[in-house]
């Protein structure tokens, strides 16, 4: 039981995301950019529809209770073209996501990272999108250095 | 010899390549474009951006004591020029309004599809695609929304009512597509820094359109006049890569939203 409910929690994670998520949709009124958490829990449901895709999941509280979190994602224009489809997150399985909260405190959360029970990973495309950039960056130093 | 006949064959001689001249310099755009390469520039031009805001991230780029400062802080950076080219153009109107608080989108609050001045800025997919010899047809994977451009030299009709889209004609100028639109009615715009703006129904934007050298990518230059909102015209740049294997999903799960705070500021 101890075990159990080790792995179905809460908390705050010291994490600053990497970037904006969807704010063509609004993101800033509905959730807190600066802080992150992370949510451990089984998936209900995964929809992979535009303009965002949507998770649902029960998480076990400390005393046991089972409450449903909403986790909202990019759309799916962005998904898919990260490689994501319908079948990326299956009923029945335990994650592990970390988001940015709502600012109201309700169960809800948006998407920044998922970690399933095998240690594989999702992430959303902007990620991605950062590592070319910075390696962009690496090689335009390098090239600087070798022009001195 | 016949001198109608000699007549002929100048005008055939003079004609001919002047058409098949034109014909070849118009490049094709149609098919479909997705998300801007995952480069600087093009991630910096995700949404939208401007020459001054390129020409200052270049600049934070190249100077070595930004090296080990995270992109997204130059990119941030480079946003706030590109903020203050917004600004310096705003009327003074426009200005006791800017920026918008995104809580009170329509888009976000009611699930209305967005009007031209966002439109044609919207992320991810594209679509191009000539109807016919009078049209061309433009549809986004956001809204999936669709735009006609009617390219046989027509002019916009008397007592054309303002939609959300306008009325678009269009041209091709050498190897741009430039397209006019009018008739559009007040709504939001996207500022190059993602905050938003009201314009008036006397929006005109023209949109000029070109593709790569190396056929990779399309390129976006969209200048918005407006009397009543701007003190000048205002330019913006958006950049697409070619994505032939990309299709639009269906897009049909808006859902307002049931939980959010308003005036807060984008961060």
Redesign the interface.
């Known amino acids: 039981m101890k075990l159990l409910r080790a792995w179905l929690f809460v908390m705050p994670v010291l994490v600053l995301s ?3 998520g969807s ?8 959730y807190d ?2 802080r992150t958490i992370m949510v451990v829990g089984v998936v209900t449901q995964f ?1 992979f ?4 895709a949507m998770m649902f999941m029960d998480v076990t509280d400390p005393s046991g209770k089972v409450v449903k979190w909403a986790v909202e994602f990019a ?4 998904l ?2 990260v490689g994501w489809t319908a079948d990326s997150i299956k009923s029945g399985e335990r994650v592990t996501v970390t988001g940015n909260p ?3 405190g ?1 169960q ?1 959360l948006f998407f920044r990272k998922l970690v399933r029970a095998d240690g594989t990973e999702l992430l959303p ?1 902007d990620a ?3 590592n ?3 390696e ?2 690496r090689q ?2 390098l090239q ?1 250095n070798q022009q001195r | 010899m016949n001198v109608r006949y000699i007549l002929l064959v100048l005008i055939q001689l003079t004609w001919i390549p002047a058409t098949a001249g034109a014909q070849t310099s118009r490049p094709n755009l149609e098919g479909m474009w ?2 801007p390469p ?3 520039v093009g ?1 910096f031009c995700f ?1 939208a951006c401007t020459d001054a805001g390129i020409e200052r991230l270049n600049a934070l ?2 100077d ?1 004591a930004n ?1 080990a400062r ?3 802080e130059l990119q941030a950076e480079a946003k706030k020029v590109e903020g203050d080219y917004i600004r310096a153009r705003l009327s003074a109107a426009a200005l006791k309004t800017y920026p918008l ?3 009170e ?1 329509p ?2 609050l009611r699930c209305e599809p967005w009007g031209l001045a ?1 439109q044609m800025l ?4 594209i679509e191009i695609r000539q109807r016919g010899a009078d049209r061309i047809e433009l549809r986004y ?3 999936d929304a669709r735009r006609t451009i009617y390219i046989d030299g027509r002019n916009r009709p008397a007592n054309q009512s303002r939609s959300l889209l306008g009325y678009s004609v269009g041209r091709w100028d050498g190897e741009a597509l430039v397209v006019e639109t009018s008739d559009i009615a007040e709504n939001i715009a ?1 500022a190059p820094d ?1 905050s938003l703006m009201q314009h008036s129904n006397q929006l005109r934007v023209i949109e000029r359109y070109t593709r790569s050298k190396d056929g990779k990518t399309l390129l976006l230059t969209a200048t918005m006049e407006d009397p009543q909102t701007f003190r000048e015209p205002v330019v913006i740049k958006k950049i697409w890569l070619w994505a032939p294997q ?1 299709k ?7 859902r307002r ?1 049931t ?4 005036g ?4």
């Open positions: 990497a970037a904006r704010s063509h949709h609004a993101f800033s009124p509905v950019e600066k929809r529809v535009n303009p965002h759309g799916r224009l962005n898919s073209n709502s600012r109201t309700s809800r495309g991605q999108r950062l070319s950039v910075e962009e960056r335009r130093a600087r | 997705s998300d995952s480069t600087a991630t949404f780029l190249d070595p090296d995270p992109f997204r608080d995104p809580a989108d888009g976000f966002r919207a992320p991810h997919q994977g956001e809204w996207f993602l990309q639009i999903a269906p897009y049909k799960d808006c939203p939980e959010f705070s308003r807060v500021k984008p961060q």
